[in-house]
């Protein structure tokens, strides 16, 4: 295997040496706006200081249910920045676990490896493909975040004869100060894409921003989106708790995806029910609601056709569109707040959707909703009077739905 570097070897946990771009680490950088950024000037500043440096990466695994880890990338002649998104399962593929950074994540101190010597044996496939691009030297150097877990970083040059033991300390040395930076980027990172995952991206900002006290929030016109699963108590009895979950789990990406296309914002999940909003910023919302609806219906269809495959069974839902005002904002207890939306609007369009099965249709539209769409070809299904609401409501259907 690829040896520690004896420049390295009972590396200090803090930088050792002074220098303009240790300086900047510790002043300026922390204005940069990411990591990405932080690479990019990092690598840019020590090519200056006379460093042979050619390719520099760096690797966080993350906290977040799709995403395995983030890498990205610096080249000195490529002139920019490229970051890789990597997965939940690459940590099982035969590319990562031929990989220096899998070794870097299991503990190893660091690994390196003369790229240009003359018949040399590689432990990893990577070192084939650097000597092919003109690299002479990497090294692998971990980055330990405040929780313990460790990260990677790489290190490449192109000079003849790779990088002395002075380059090595001046990398080393930079690291802890680079890895607190780093830190503070993806601690922020990881937040936004939790919020993001677990509250919706609007929301999300929301609460960074600072509306983080019950009661805080505003009343927003948004177009209203409301779905339900058929018959899923039924189907609860039935399925055993992994189908039931992959089950949920397949009807709500059809829904949901569809919605998050069309630039609408999921905001929670109840049981096998969906709320969401498209905020009328623009006469345009409506319409995107609508179209959401419309492919949420094809790939409910199309997931259909794949059960009917299998020989599950079909499932069933239904989707009410309604419009008007909400209220938008922090709602709960003292000690667990719900970032939702409330008010008689949100009312209407749960029980527009329970008239789905009575009147024997997949998608609903209310009069509020119909009005952003004056002179289309939709069928009324007559004023009904729902639990609760004071007015009767007009209620629409598409034309291909009869």
């Given at each position: 295997m690829a040896s520690v570097p004896a420049a390295?070897?009972?590396a200090t946990c803090w930088p050792r040496r002074p220098g303009p771009v240790l300086d900047w680490l510790i002043g300026d950088a922390r204005w940069l706006p990411d990591g990405p950024a932080l690479l990019s000037q990092l690598s840019i500043r020590l090519v200056e200081t006379g460093l042979p440096l050619a390719r520099a990466s760096f690797h966080i695994r993350t906290l977040h249910p799709q995403l395995f880890g983030i890498g990205v990338y610096w080249q000195r002649d490529a002139g920019q920045i490229r970051v890789f998104r990597a997965e939940r399962g690459?940590?099982?593929?035969?590319?990562?676990?031929?990989?220096?950074?899998r070794v870097l994540f299991e503990g190893a101190g660091a690994v390196r490896q003369r790229l240009d010597l003359p018949n040399a044996e590689f432990d990893?496939?990577?070192?084939?493909?650097?000597?092919?691009?003109?690299?002479?030297?990497?090294?692998?150097?971990?980055?330990?975040?405040?929780?313990?877990?460790?990260?990677?970083?790489?290190?490449?040059?192109?000079?003849?004869?790779?990088?002395?033991?002075?380059?090595?300390?001046?990398?080393?040395?930079?690291?802890?100060?680079?890895?607190?930076l780093l830190e503070i980027h993806f601690k922020r990172y990881i937040a936004v894409t939790l919020l993001d995952t677990y509250v919706g991206h609007r929301a999300g900002e929301r609460i960074l921003e600072g509306q983080i006290t019950r009661g805080s929030g505003d009343t927003v016109s948004a177009a209203i989106w409301y779905c339900d699963l058929r018959g899923f108590t039924a189907l609860s009895e039935r399925l055993g708790r992994d189908d039931l979950l992959a089950c949920l789990n397949d009807y709500f990406d059809a829904m949901g995806g569809a919605v998050e296309a069309h630039g609408g914002e999921i905001l929670k999940f109840i049981g096998d029910a969906m709320l969401a909003i498209f905020p009328l910023e623009d006469e345009q919302a409506c319409q995107r609601g609508l179209r959401a609806a419309l492919d949420a219906r094809a790939a409910m269809a199309e997931l259909n056709a794949r059960r009917r495959e299998r020989g599950e069974e079909t499932l069933g839902f239904g989707i009410a569109l309604h419009a008007g005002e909400v209220m938008y904002g922090n709602i709960g207890s003292a000690r667990r707040l719900d970032f939702t939306i409330i008010g008689p609007a949100v009312n209407l369009a749960?029980?527009?959707?329970?008239?789905?099965?009575?009147?024997?249709?997949?998608?609903?539209?209310?009069?509020r909703f119909a009005y952003y769409f004056i002179g289309w070809d939709l069928r009324s299904l007559g004023h009904h009077h729902l639990a609760g609401i004071a007015r009767p409501v007009e209620v629409f259907a598409l034309p291909e739905a009869e």
């Amino acid at each position: 295997m690829a040896s520690v570097p004896a420049a390295l070897a009972g590396a200090t946990c803090w930088p050792r040496r002074p220098g303009p771009v240790l300086d900047w680490l510790i002043g300026d950088a922390r204005w940069l706006p990411d990591g990405p950024a932080l690479l990019s000037q990092l690598s840019i500043r020590l090519v200056e200081t006379g460093l042979p440096l050619a390719r520099a990466s760096f690797h966080i695994r993350t906290l977040h249910p799709q995403l395995f880890g983030i890498g990205v990338y610096w080249q000195r002649d490529a002139g920019q920045i490229r970051v890789f998104r990597a997965e939940r399962g690459v940590e099982r593929t035969d590319q990562f676990l031929r990989s220096p950074m899998r070794v870097l994540f299991e503990g190893a101190g660091a690994v390196r490896q003369r790229l240009d010597l003359p018949n040399a044996e590689f432990d990893f496939p990577l070192f084939e493909e650097l000597r092919e691009q003109g690299l002479t030297d990497y090294v692998a150097l971990p980055i330990t975040f405040s929780d313990g877990k460790i990260h990677g970083s790489t290190w490449s040059s192109d000079r003849p004869g790779g990088f002395s033991s002075e380059d090595l300390v001046q990398i080393e040395d930079l690291l802890p100060v680079f890895g607190v930076l780093l830190e503070i980027h993806f601690k922020r990172y990881i937040a936004v894409t939790l919020l993001d995952t677990y509250v919706g991206h609007r929301a999300g900002e929301r609460i960074l921003e600072g509306q983080i006290t019950r009661g805080s929030g505003d009343t927003v016109s948004a177009a209203i989106w409301y779905c339900d699963l058929r018959g899923f108590t039924a189907l609860s009895e039935r399925l055993g708790r992994d189908d039931l979950l992959a089950c949920l789990n397949d009807y709500f990406d059809a829904m949901g995806g569809a919605v998050e296309a069309h630039g609408g914002e999921i905001l929670k999940f109840i049981g096998d029910a969906m709320l969401a909003i498209f905020p009328l910023e623009d006469e345009q919302a409506c319409q995107r609601g609508l179209r959401a609806a419309l492919d949420a219906r094809a790939a409910m269809a199309e997931l259909n056709a794949r059960r009917r495959e299998r020989g599950e069974e079909t499932l069933g839902f239904g989707i009410a569109l309604h419009a008007g005002e909400v209220m938008y904002g922090n709602i709960g207890s003292a000690r667990r707040l719900d970032f939702t939306i409330i008010g008689p609007a949100v009312n209407l369009a749960t029980r527009l959707e329970g008239l789905c099965r009575t009147l024997g249709h997949d998608l609903l539209i209310s009069d509020r909703f119909a009005y952003y769409f004056i002179g289309w070809d939709l069928r009324s299904l007559g004023h009904h009077h729902l639990a609760g609401i004071a007015r009767p409501v007009e209620v629409f259907a598409l034309p291909e739905a009869e």
